[in-house]
């Protein structure tokens, strides 16, 4: 199976500061990488996918790069709704496993 | 608009089995791969299952192949998560969501396992 690392696993920051969490996978997935994000008692949602499209409705804030084994989700602006967790997951072959989260909190 | 909205869960004794549903509107199922994924209290995210378009190969996690099924109802448009042998560790919030990207989801049912 493919593994997803993320990091950090946590981190602090305040309204306005760029965000960037970071993704690798134990293999090559090509772009083969979403990112999700996850509100409290919310259900996940997609924020991008292969790699860097951004999924309809989402703000441009919101930009993915990478390929490979490393990826990258930024936050441009960091807005009071996006203090959340956010999940990789890889979609190149089964299981489709996700990354262990990030969770964002308010510095 | 696309709705996906999951039923069923509950609490159950090790052992025990439950079926979950999930009622879909706004696209076809048969269109679309769909999955289930669930989420174990203040714990990450695990992809448990999942159904092509075509309905030919269903795919399961180690964790549950075995105990759990995966199956659609056309007519329905509906989802479905048979769960047999259930454990402890399958105590969880389960999520139905659609395509290969998880682009739409439910709000998630609970499954409580627990003597």
């Known amino acids: 199976d493919i593994q997803l690392t993320q990091s950090p696993s946590s981190l602090s920051s305040s309204v306005g500061d760029r965000v960037t969490i970071t993704c690798r996978a134990s293999q090559t997935i090509a772009t083969n990488l979403c990112w999700y994000q996850q509100r409290p008692g919310k259900a996940p949602k997609l924020l991008i996918y292969s790699a860097s499209n951004l999924q309809s409705g989402v703000p441009s804030r919101f930009s993915g790069s990478g390929s490979g084994t490393h990826f990258t989700l930024t936050i441009s602006g960091l807005q009071p709704e996006d203090f959340a967790t956010y999940y990789c997951?890889?979609?190149?072959?089964?299981?489709?496993?996700f990354g262990q989260g990030t969770k964002v909190e308010v510095k | 608009d696309v709705r996906l909205e999951e039923s069923g869960g509950g609490l159950v004794q090790p052992g025990g089995s439950l079926t979950l549903s999930c009622a879909v509107s706004?696209?076809?199922?048969?269109?679309?791969?769909m999955n289930w994924v669930r989420q174990a209290p203040g714990s990450g995210l695990e992809w448990i299952s999942d159904?092509?378009?075509?309905?030919?190969?269903?795919s399961y996690a180690d964790s549950v192949r075995g105990r759990f099924t995966i199956s659609r109802d056309s007519a329905k448009n509906s989802l479905y998560l048979h769960m047999n042998s259930l454990r402890v560790e399958d105590t969880a919030v389960y999520y139905c969501?659609?395509?290969?990207?998880?682009?739409?989801w439910g709000q998630g049912t609970l499954v409580t396992v627990s003597s």
């Open positions: 706004g696209f076809t199922i048969t269109n679309y791969r």
């Open positions: 969501a659609s395509g290969r990207t998880l682009d739409y």
């Open positions: 997951r890889h979609t190149y072959s089964s299981p489709p496993t």
């Open positions: 159904i092509p378009s075509t309905g030919d190969y269903l």
